[in-house]
């Protein structure tokens, strides 16, 4: 290995007040982390999942599970249990431009028992994972675990350390696992730095009002130069708004009633139930990225989901990527794990690229197809045609559709659980 990492620093404030140790330390219970904890754990790999929260409620995060993950979900025998859990179904993405309705995305036409997208609260759906997940003794979930600082010795990371209650805590792990997401905080202290592209603009989450006997709307609509998407949630209409890329400060600053007269020029019928929205702390500003790691490993570490990979929210596969690669992570880890259990040893670093090597290529491919779909939004915010005639024949040729859907839907290809 050519690479090594710095000493772990000392804490100013001294050594951790306790050391536990465990076979893998996964930091992050986002989507990725928390899946590949509950893989792991099943497969009878001890296992540590850090979380810096102590809930899993954040506001707007991702909360649609394409066919890829109700798949997975199916194969542990947990779709049945997941469907139970509020929730609303996607089928189609329908889209209005301002050149006539178009229907980019389909699901309908794979072949799965799932053949929707899941609108489910995404704390809900963590929650649900980490029930199941302690199922098995050797699972550990430690919330208000806020990850930061790597424990490397020999230029191998070791496990990490968090300040919580009482001091430093210390957990030491034959591999250490970053879920940690787009900020990844273990990214930045293992010196891993992620290549991107600029993506042309940023996004606002807001909800509106939903009203008994609203009829079903098309998911986005393009109009008057900005991009608005609806996601029909148990009792409110999820919103997603495009602006330009780092305006943010320019549209606050011409105040919430400007702001609002704009997106009812764009949905007129929405334009009562705009004024729901009073102040700005109604909305959650989402800063578009879409990068990814040339390295997603380090000796003892490997890095997954959107801490190896931000995606853009274009056709909201982030989550279904992150998952992916959790199935991917623990298909290649879980059996050299539990020997390392038994037996004592570092896990190799060729085992960890193993994980790179699967996921990168479709991790690449899904990022170009999400470029595509963020170009007639690129295009009507400049001024210009959204979906030219061109553009919208080829979207419409029925073997374009079947691609978009297999490879938005369920990932370049099928990820099946071998642990
Ligand atoms: C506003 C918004 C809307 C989105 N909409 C969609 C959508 O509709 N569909 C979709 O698929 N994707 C969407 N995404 C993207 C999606 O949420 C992510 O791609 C997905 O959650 C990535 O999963 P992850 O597990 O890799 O990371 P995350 O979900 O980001 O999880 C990371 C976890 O690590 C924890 N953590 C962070 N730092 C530390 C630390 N130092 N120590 C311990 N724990 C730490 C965090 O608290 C968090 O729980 C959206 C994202 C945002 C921000």
Do not use: C
Not at 278 to 302: C, K, M, Q, T
């Amino acid at each position: 290995m050519t690479d090594t990492l710095a000493p772990v620093r000392q804490a100013a404030d001294g050594e951790p007040v306790d050391v536990a140790r465990t076979t893998a330390a996964v930091v992050g219970g986002g989507p990725a982390g928390m899946v590949l904890a509950l893989l792991l754990a099943r497969a009878g790999v001890e296992v540590t999942l850090l979380e810096a929260h102590g809930d899993f409620d954040r506001q707007f995060r991702g909360d649609s599970l394409h066919p890829s993950v109700l798949e997975i979900m199916d194969q542990l025998g947990l779709a049945d249990r997941l469907h139970r859990l509020p929730h609303t179904r996607v089928p189609s993405i329908p889209i209005d431009t301002p050149e006539g309705p178009l229907v980019p995305v389909d699901l309908r036409v794979l072949r799965t028992p799932f053949p929707y997208i899941m609108l489910v609260h995404q704390a809900r759906f963590l929650e649900f994972l980490a029930e199941e997940a302690a199922r098995y003794p050797t699972f550990r979930l430690v919330r208000s675990a806020n990850v930061r600082r790597l424990v490397v010795e020999g230029g191998v990371v070791r496990g990490a350390r968090w300040r919580g209650p009482g001091g430093w805590h210390e957990v030491r792990a034959a591999v250490t696992i970053a879920a940690d997401g787009r900020n990844s905080k273990v990214r930045a202290l293992a010196g891993l730095e992620p290549v991107g592209r600029e993506v042309p603009m940023d996004t606002l989450w807001f909800r509106l009002p939903r009203r008994p006997g609203d009829p079903p709307r098309s998911w986005g609509r393009l109009a008057g130069g900005r991009f608005l998407g609806f996601l029909q949630r148990e009792d409110h209409w999820q919103v997603t708004a495009s602006i330009v890329k780092g305006s943010y400060p320019h549209v606050r600053a011409e105040g919430l009633a400007a702001f609002r007269s704009r997106l009812a020029a764009t949905v007129p019928e929405f334009a009562d139930r705009l004024l729901a929205l009073e102040d700005w702390s109604e909305l959650s500003l989402l800063s578009v990225r879409a990068d990814r790691l040339p390295r997603w490993h380090r000796p003892g570490l490997l890095l997954i989901g959107d801490a190896a990979h931000a995606m853009s929210p274009a056709a909201g596969v982030g989550i279904n990527v992150a998952i992916q690669d959790a199935v991917v992570a623990a298909n290649v880890l879980a059996a050299p794990l539990r020997a390392r259990q038994r037996r004592g040893g570092e896990v190799p670093e060729s085992l960890l690229a193993a994980v790179q090597r699967r996921r990168e290529v479709p991790v690449r491919i899904i990022q170009a197809v999400q470029r595509l779909a963020e170009r007639p939004i690129a295009a009507a915010m400049a001024g210009r045609p959204a979906v030219p005639p061109l553009a919208r024949r080829v979207v419409r040729a029925p073997g374009v559709r079947g691609v978009l859907a297999r490879f938005l839907g369920l990932g370049v290809w099928r990820v099946p659980v071998r642990t």
